[in-house]
């Protein structure tokens, strides 16, 4: 079946640790994003990538880092760096630039990882 | 920018009564999609319908309608004969034309649907 998987599903951490949470689409979609969702908050977008190897700040990417080496695949490391990181974790993917705003280019989410930090 | 303001915090409905959850959009660009996805408490985020902004129909996708009012700036979902099933967390989302395709969220209106 094709989707999103994400993992670990829970993920705990000492403070002043990093961790990387996985993110792996066999959709051949060409653009992924990450969110970060907080208690009774709506989403915020991390970081996106709309081909490999390239990706761009979101509007909360201090403390955290992507890559992009494989279509499939957009990894988040959550660094030590970032102050508050116990939260959600969402991925998503979306055929890519063409038909951006269309129906057909809405965004698959994965199930979500909740880190902690201990 | 885009902002989405979703003023429901929490709504209860009875089942197999309809239900309209509200949303309104803020947006300078002259072409732009609404989304409507739902959240259970499982967390993972389901797509349930999407309003093109030149769209001349309202969307329908089964038991759910977008009323898309486009001089309003809202695009409120309709969800007819709910079931328990659809308790959830609902959030509306708008995508941007220009440059990548961002998506703005709002911070979700929960539904509570009671037998």
């Known amino acids: 079946d094709g989707g999103i998987t994400q993992s670990p599903k829970y993920l705990f951490r000492k403070e002043g640790q990093n961790v990387t949470l996985s993110c792996e689409q066999n959709?051949?979609?060409?653009?992924m994003y990450w969110y970060r969702q907080d208690p009774g908050q709506g989403l915020r977008l991390i970081y996106y990538?709309?081909?490999?190897?390239?990706?761009q700040k979101g509007d909360i990417a201090e403390g955290y880092s992507v890559s992009r080496e494989k279509k499939e695949s957009f990894p988040l490391t959550v660094t030590s760096a970032q102050k508050n990181p116990t939260a959600f974790y969402l991925c998503?993917?979306?055929?890519?630039?063409?038909?951006?705003?269309?129906?057909?280019?809405?965004?698959?989410f994965g199930p979500g990882t909740r880190l902690t930090v201990l | 920018a885009q902002k989405i303001t979703q003023t429901q915090p929490g709504m209860f409905v009875q089942e197999k009564e309809a239900v309209t959850l509200d949303c309104t959009y803020d947006?300078?660009?002259?072409?732009?999609?609404l989304f409507w996805y739902k959240q259970p408490s499982s967390g993972e985020m389901i797509f349930l319908i999407y309003?093109?902004?030149?769209?001349?129909q309202n969307a329908t996708e089964g038991r759910y309608s977008l009323n898309f009012q486009k001089a309003r700036k809202s695009a409120n979902l309709v969800i007819s004969a709910s079931q328990l099933g659809d308790s959830a967390m609902y959030f509306c989302?708008?995508?941007?034309?220009?440059?990548?395709?961002?998506?703005?969220f709002g911070i979700g209106t929960k539904l509570q649907v009671i037998p």
């Open positions: 959709l051949n979609h060409d653009a």
């Open positions: 998503a993917s979306s055929i890519g630039l063409a038909g951006s705003y269309s129906r057909g280019n809405e965004q698959f």
């Open positions: 309003q093109g902004s030149y769209d001349q």
């Open positions: 947006t300078s660009d002259p072409s732009y999609g």
């Open positions: 990538s709309q081909i490999v190897n390239d990706f």
């Open positions: 989302a708008s995508i941007s034309s220009g440059g990548y395709q961002k998506v703005t």
